[in-house]
T-cell receptor, first 112, second 114 residues
Framework: KNQVEQSPQSLIILEGKNCTLQCNYTVSPFSNLRWYKQDTGRGPVSLTI?????NTKSNGRYTATLDADTKQSSLHITASQLSDSASYIC???????????FGAGTRLTVKP | DVKVTQSSRYLVKRTGEKVFLECVQDMDHENMFWYRQDPGLGLRLIYF???????EKGDIPEGYSVSREKKERFSLILESASTNQTSMYLC?????????????FGQGTRLTVV
């Protein structure tokens, strides 16, 4: 069973709209969590990192939240653009051995 | 900028062939990784290396081997390719001090075994 679950699996929105992607994890002990963006045919690129003590972090139109108590993270995209179309992958890093656990990703499509 | 380069974007191989996937990084990173990515499963770790000539098995090492003769180069070898090894293969590297540091990925190799 994957220890990192992402929802929805796929999402289609209109350009300019906002959306929120979810990541629930059971990985323990937890060190930090990263969101990666993967464009079609490319490797993943890190968007943001959340440490245990952080609740919210913004990177331009991307805002990540983390609730370490409920083991949930979200990625909110504001005023979506066509270039936001990609897969978004949640990665949880374990504390003891720094092992990375990947979610299956959410495929976002932004339509004009 | 960190650059991780995989030798091929697309490969088609026959069942039973020996397949080499090459990965080179230019930032003097200690850690290098090979993953495969399949729909609905996310990235799964095949092998990783934290130093030259060192290698460790990941979650799904069966049917694969690796080689790291130089710090910048990490090769994935399919000894006898099978159709269930058809997948996207991603190489990554990161600086030492733990995998919590950012991993930089190559562009991926789409391997089809027929």
């Amino acid at each position: 069973k994957n220890q990192v679950e992402q929802s929805p699996q796929s999402l289609i929105i209109l350009e300019g709209k906002n959306c929120t992607l979810q990541c629930n994890y059971t990985v323990s002990p937890f060190s930090n969590l990263r969101w990666y963006k993967q464009d079609t045919g490319r490797g993943p690129v890190s968007l943001t990192i959340m440490t245990f003590s952080e609740n919210t972090k913004s990177n331009g139109r991307y805002t990540a939240t983390l609730d370490a108590d409920t083991k949930q993270s979200s990625l909110h995209i504001t005023a979506s653009q066509l270039s936001d179309s990609a897969s978004y992958i949640c990665v949880v890093i374990m504390y003891n051995n720094n092992d990375m656990r990947f979610g299956a990703g959410t495929r976002l499509t932004v339509k004009p | 900028d960190v650059k991780v380069t995989q030798s091929s974007r697309y490969l088609v191989k026959r069942t039973g062939e020996k397949v080499f996937l090459e990965c080179v990084q230019d930032m003097d990173h200690e850690n290098m990784f090979w993953y495969r990515q399949d729909p609905g499963l996310g990235l799964r770790l095949i092998y990783f290396s934290y130093d030259v000539k060192m290698k460790e098995k990941g979650d799904i090492p069966e049917g694969y081997s690796v080689s790291r003769e130089k710090k910048e180069r990490f090769s994935l070898i399919l000894e006898s390719a099978s159709t269930n090894q058809t997948s996207m293969y991603l190489c990554a590297s990161s600086q030492g001090g733990g995998w919590g540091t950012e991993a930089f990925f190559g562009q991926g190799t789409r391997l089809t075994v027929v």
